[in-house]
């Protein structure tokens, strides 16, 4: 095996928003290209560096395409580093996994007309992967790293740098986030490039464009279905047990999400104009309903409460975030209202249905009135049985802990409270279409837009 040789010809102080890095440039025996070692912090000598090897990919790395996830790989490298305050990125000159960036725009034509990328490369007269990481271990020799946890999903890297005697302590993996123009790329990598990458169990088939529309913005969606219809797009979210429970039977406040699932909720929080939860939520857990995990836009606290029992010294009356909207039945206790209001809440009398629950029709129009384009509805059972069995839910976000709680179930009968003998609905279930999962952490999270069999 050739081993090429490299000199280090210049190094810079490279501040960047993660922290400061010294960039290497180096000129090597084998080929006239600017490799480069992008260092943090003290790596000579060092053992178990925090390593990526990475191949140029300008449309990633630098105008951020989402075809790919090379520029996301890049940008959480440097993150990491930074965060252990010491490591190394081996930028390597080898465009398009080898093939350089025009044949890589070929190639993305060619994927555009149906063909995988190791197809499109194939018929372009390129081998699927061309990269070579001769040059990247004797970078990480010339750096005097002792051992590597590389930051990589591609088992022919670690052969590869292994076979160049690189001491590899460990993989790190990295794990993308999957996108409509991303997935079929990111399955192909799994399917035909051995990369370790755990896409959920889609892995074994196509999920192709034609889910496009689940996959769109939820933003997009939001703005479109509150233009046509003035009434804000209602998003349920969740967390549950393996066993369809989220509570506890104890009625203490339990977190039922991972740390990865609760920033995902905070995101979504931020994504909301509005957040909606039961009374029952409110007295039960004393709950904030704010962005904490995240920088965003606090979402209008939404709360259904048809006797006014709200508590006094509730948190939502006064954390971070726009004070609460609390719907309530036609003839709200005047003095109660009063001290509410007192207190920043706004007290609104709405219509109530004959079993006593505040009317979600009219409750929605209210909403779409003050301009609440979109609403989370994060529970607790009463509120998540009642939107589902009126049907007025747009979207499902799913958390699914590992964990058996055997507590309180997340749903009651969806059966209308007026037909308690109703024939058994299992034909006319809502179900989800346009099913996606990913795992956050040990949680599964999944989403999809319902639909009810009888309204199709
Ligand atoms: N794991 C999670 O993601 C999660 C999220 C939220 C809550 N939770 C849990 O859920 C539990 C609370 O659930 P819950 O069922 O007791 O309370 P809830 O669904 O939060 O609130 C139910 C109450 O809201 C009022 N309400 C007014 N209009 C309504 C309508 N149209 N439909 C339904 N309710 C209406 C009713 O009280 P009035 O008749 O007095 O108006 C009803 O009793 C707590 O233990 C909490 O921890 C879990």
């Not at 050739?2 to 000199?7: A, L």
């Not at 001769?134 to 022919?156: F, M, W, Y």
Request: with cysteine; net charge negative.
């Amino acid at each position: 095996m050739e081993i090429p040789s490299v000199h280090r010809l210049a190094d810079a102080r490279i501040p960047t928003v993660d922290g400061e890095f010294t960039l290497l440039l180096y000129e090597n025996s084998e080929d006239n290209k600017d490799h480069l070692a992008l260092v943090y912090g003290d790596v000579e000598g060092h053992d178990d560096v925090l390593v990526r090897v990475h191949s140029e990919c300008f449309t990633g790395d630098v105008l951020g395409s989402l075809r790919c996830d090379c520029g996301e790989q890049l940008g959480t490298s440097m993150r990491r580093i930074a965060e252990e305050e010491q490591g190394i990125i081996v930028y390597l000159r080898q465009e398009g996994r080898g093939i350089g960036l025009l044949s890589k725009l070929r190639a993305y034509n060619l994927q555009d007309e149906g063909y995988d990328t190791v197809e499109a490369n194939r018929m372009l007269g390129h081998g699927a992967d061309e990269r070579d990481y001769a040059i990247a271990a004797t970078i990480l020799e010339d750096l005097g790293v002792s051992s590597v946890r590389l930051l990589t999903n591609n088992p022919k890297k670690i052969e590869s740098l292994t076979d160049h005697d690189i001491d590899i302590a460990e993989r790190a993996p990295l794990e993308p986030h999957v996108n409509r123009h991303n997935a079929d790329y990111l399955r192909t990598k799994v399917n035909r490039m051995r990369h370790i990458l755990d896409l959920g169990p889609t892995n074994g088939y196509s999920q192709t464009n034609v889910h496009g529309s689940s996959l769109q913005p939820l933003e997009q969606r939001v703005e479109h279905y509150y233009a046509d219809t003035g009434l804000p797009f209602v998003t349920l979210t969740y967390a549950q047990s393996l066993d369809g429970s989220i509570a506890s039977n104890s009625g203490a406040p339990l977190a039922i999400s991972g740390p990865k699932a609760m920033d995902l909720t905070h995101r979504l929080r931020a994504l909301h104009d509005g957040i909606l939860v039961g009374i029952g939520t409110v007295l039960a857990d004393d709950p904030r309903l704010n962005v904490r995990r995240r920088e965003g836009d606090h979402p209008v606290p939404v709360i259904l409460d048809s006797s006014l029992r709200f508590p006094l010294d509730a948190r939502l009356l006064d954390c971070d975030g726009p004070s609460p909207l609390i719907f309530t039945g036609p003839n709200p206790d005047p003095s109660r209202r009063e001290t509410l209001e007192s207190k920043g809440a706004t007290v609104v009398p709405l219509s109530c249905t004959p079993d006593g629950g505040v009317c979600i029709d009219t409750l929605l129009e209210a909403l779409g009135d003050r301009q609440i384009a979109s609403v989370m509805v994060e529970g607790g059972t009463q509120v998540l049985t009642t939107f589902l069995r009126r049907q007025r839910v747009q979207r499902v976000i799913l958390t699914i802990a590992p964990m058996f709680l055997g507590g309180t179930s997340a749903l009651d009968s969806l059966a209308p409270p007026q037909q308690p003998d109703a024939p058994d609905p299992s034909d006319d279930v809502p179900r989800l279409k346009n099913v996606q999962q990913r795992w956050y952490g040990e949680d599964l999270v999944l989403e999809g837009d319902p639909i009810w069999p009888s309204s199709e």
